[in-house]
């Protein structure tokens, strides 16, 4: 039938967000720096207290990353409250292209660039790609030991702070670990001037935002380091200032296809999906759909974010379904004689029946006057209304406080021919009836 086709699409329309390739994005606190780190002239002046952040989209298993874009649509925005700090020793303005050998000169490993998974160049058959502190279990070169000490030659070498803010030490966890299958076909636009980058992902100048709506890095595609978590390191980011994001991706699902993700909500959203996750810092609320408070923009929630679970019904009180519980209206449910769908009126609405005990309309057919029939067992204020067979009131009457028989004759002789429904209202009691006009 059409109206469970028509519930059937509503139903598929609340929980189509989650049928989404991001599961979530992570922020990783991935290096707090210190008053050593700070002594390093060669890489630039990097601030005690700077922190370094990684970014990452966690997919769905079998989904792979291939693009982060601004257009005219969708801005591309990365922003913090301080400058980013950028190596203008060997920094590079792409994850990719970091040397590995170069990760232990001064402060090079805490450079500001943006990526899609790798994290270094191919020497000698290996390649690197980001993986979150947590799940890297092959060690580290970075930091420490591994660390050649910066222009001050400290002892002990650089990146070597314990704060337990930053979770894993670099010297134990450096995120980042070799794949097998690398991606190809890279393309940037808007990054780099005539070969220069003067970004806050380039060193020739400090800056605090990145905001662009010709933007993109691109490749093949890439998954993560595990596949099964599936974390693709898309940025990392150094400043001593609290940072904010609004990304937009292409991700190519497990069939081949792709599917573009925006931070914002937009004209194009056929074409384009909405996603809170690429959105920093996150929108907390109600997460779960089945819930009327629920939004696409909230991916966090705090207890009594989800207040009201959605029922959905016929709102409209004229119906003879009408659900004064319902908070969601699919109107294709709302029943009226002759008009209900296809339905079967009594099995919809079997409470007619009983009304019609309860009010009696004559004589039926009618043609000119109608009678109505009832009673009323308290003294309250009694009134009725009577409806065409698509819900619309045709005219109605207030009686005023009623107790006992109630007996009214009607004036139909203007109505046109149909079925029509009357409700009789005594106090917070509705009984129907309906009856043909010839």
Same mark, same amino acid.
């Given at each position: 039938?059409?109206? *469970? ?63 982060? !874009? ?75 030991? %591994? %660390? ?55 060193? *020739? ?11 993109? *890095? ?27 994001? +609004? ?13 573009? !993700? ?30 009327? +408070? ?23 009180? %004229? ?120």
């Amino acid at each position: 039938m059409k109206w *469970i086709a028509i519930l059937f699409t509503l139903l598929f329309t609340i929980s189509a967000n989650a049928q989404n390739a991001i599961i979530k994005s992570m922020v990783e606190t991935y290096y707090i720096s210190d008053n050593a780190d700070a002594t390093d002239t060669i890489g630039g002046f990097l601030q005690s207290g700077s922190t370094t952040y990684r970014i990452y989209l966690q997919l769905n298993k079998g989904c792979k990353l291939t693009s982060i !874009y601004g257009d005219a649509n969708h801005t591309l925005k990365i922003n913090s409250t301080e400058d980013f700090f950028n190596n203008k020793d060997r920094g590079k303005t792409f994850g990719k292209d970091m040397v590995k050998t170069n990760l232990s000169n001064n402060t090079v490993a805490l450079d500001t660039w943006i990526t899609l998974g790798q994290t270094s160049t191919t020497k000698n058959g290996l390649t690197y790609f980001g993986i979150p502190k947590f799940l890297d279990n092959n060690g580290s070169y970075i930091g420490g030991s %591994n %660390n050649d000490g910066g222009s001050a030659g400290i002892t002990g070498g650089l990146l070597n702070n314990n704060d337990s803010s930053a979770g894993i030490p670099l010297s134990i966890s450096d995120g980042m670990d070799t794949m097998m299958n690398l991606p190809s076909n890279w393309l940037n636009i808007g990054f780099l001037d005539a070969g220069v980058d003067s970004t806050i992902f380039g060193s *020739i100048k400090l800056g605090k935002s990145f905001s662009s709506n010709i933007s993109k *890095i691109q490749n093949s595609g890439v998954s993560g380091v595990d596949p099964d978590s599936n974390y693709v390191l898309i940025a990392q980011l150094t400043t001593k200032g609290t940072i904010s994001f +609004e990304l937009n991706v292409e991700i190519m699902n497990p069939d081949g296809s792709i599917t573009k !993700y925006a931070a914002a909500k937009s004209i194009d959203s056929l074409s384009v999906k909405h996603s809170g996750w690429l959105k920093y810092p996150y929108v907390c609320g109600c997460t779960d759909p089945d819930y009327f +408070e629920y939004s696409s923009d909230y991916v966090c929630s705090n207890p009594g974010d989800c207040a009201h679970f959605v029922i959905l019904g016929c709102m409209d009180p %004229n119906a003879c379904n009408y659900n004064p519980n319902a908070n969601y209206n699919v109107s294709s449910l709302c029943c009226y004689p002759g008009k209900c769908d296809e339905r079967d009126i009594s099995l919809v609405c079997p409470n007619l029946k009983e009304d019609f005990k309860k009010m009696r309309l004559f004589p039926v057919p009618a043609i000119d006057f109608l009678t109505l029939e009832s009673k009323n067992e308290i003294s309250e204020e009694v009134k009725f209304a009577v409806y065409n067979s698509y819900g619309k009131i045709q005219f109605e009457r207030n009686l005023g406080s009623v107790s006992g028989e109630i007996i009214e004759k009607l004036d139909i002789s203007k109505l046109e021919k149909g079925i029509y429904l009357v409700r009789l209202i005594s106090g917070n009691t509705i009984i129907s009836n309906t009856f043909i006009k010839f």
